[in-house]
């Protein structure tokens, strides 16, 4: 079936560093959205991606929407202890559906 | 505005035994999506419901099945329990007819022992 490769599947970073992530599809995607999940909880949304092309901001985390379309990217600037947790991305592999794809998962591990 | 609620958070069955899982949206909210996740899989999508009305469902048994009410609020039935069914189901809700962001409630973690 279908998957959403996200890179890396984890990473140990400084506190004050930056991350990068990236997240790919074999297909088009129009929507994409970025979730981080804690340990016993259920995801929370980070960004939601529209347009190709498209660079949204939430605070530290800025996430773009690949003009392939196959790809999203979420860089989180200044990392702090609380950014641990497992980040995922996820779309629609067909437009107008709720029927979601989610990525593999990246873990972030946050030195302080 | 009060988030999803998912009902109950914690679970323990017996294989053969059926569960039922609950699922309060968003105020406003009409679609309702549930999913499975494992350490294994990740997570899965199992359906949708949006005006009472199923409009996509993942690749699981009959054994898992579900409703929503005319209130939106949705149910999730597993029948015939299996020791693979232990997961965290999550519940989501979306405020657009048609897709957008889905909104997670905290789940249910169901251990079928």
């Known amino acids: 079936g279908q998957q959403l490769n996200q890179s890396p599947q984890s990473m140990f970073i400084q506190e004050g560093e930056d991350v990068s992530m990236n997240c790919t599809s074999s297909?088009?995607?129009?929507?994409w959205l970025w979730y981080k999940q804690d340990p016993g909880e259920g995801p929370v949304l980070l960004i939601a991606?529209?347009?190709?092309?498209e660079l949204t901001s939430n605070g530290r985390l800025t996430a773009q929407f690949g003009i392939t379309r196959k790809d999203s990217f979420l860089n989180i600037s200044a990392s702090i202890p609380s950014d641990v947790g497992i980040y995922f991305c996820a779309g629609p592999p067909r437009s107008g559906t709720y029927k979601y794809i989610f990525g593999t998962g990246t873990r972030l591990k946050v030195l302080a | 505005k009060a988030g999803v609620t998912q009902t109950p958070r914690y679970l323990i069955k017996t294989r053969g035994q059926q569960v039922t899982l609950s699922c309060s949206p968003i105020s406003g909210h009409r679609s309702v999506s549930w999913y499975q996740q494992t350490p294994g899989q990740g997570l899965q999508f199992l359906f949708e419901y949006f005006s009472e009305t199923q409009r996509n469902k993942g690749n699981f048994p009959g054994r898992f099945s579900g409703r929503q009410f005319s209130n939106s609020r949705s149910e999730m039935n597993v029948s015939t329990l299996e020791l693979g069914d232990s997961a965290l189901y999550l519940c989501?809700?979306?405020?657009?007819?048609?897709?957008?962001?889905?909104?997670f409630g905290e789940g249910s973690r169901l251990t079928v022992l």
């Open positions: 991606l529209y347009k190709a092309g």
């Open positions: 989501a809700s979306s405020p657009r007819t048609l897709t957008g962001e889905l909104f």
């Open positions: 297909s088009i995607f129009n929507t």
